[in-house]
């Protein structure tokens, strides 16, 4: 179960990890193989800030509701 949010940071987020990749393409190319490892750690942190943000939005199995086949009875009976 997940709440609902906005996935607009995460869009952006993804898009910078997007141009990183290019540049990271285009410094090995360039044989820069120190600026590629750099940017593939920035790309790094990148990544765990959306790992980071998603945990946000998602709730604990300790927290989450689990439903009973009583739970689903009384439904059945007060629906019918």
């Known amino acids: 179960m997940k709440y609902n949010f906005d996935e607009t940071g995460i869009k952006k987020i993804k898009e910078k990890i997007a141009k990183i990749n ?3 393409e285009l410094a ?24 980071e943000v998603k945990k946000k939005f998602t709730i604990p199995k300790k927290e989450r509701m689990t439903v009973t086949t009583e739970d ?3 439904i059945l009976s007060i629906s019918t």
């Open 22 to 24: 290019k540049n990271i």
């Open 72 to 74: 689903v009875q009384k």
């Open 28 to 51: 090995v190319i360039a044989q820069e193989y120190k600026k590629a490892s750099k940017l593939k750690e920035d790309q790094l942190k990148l990544e765990k800030e959306i790992v």
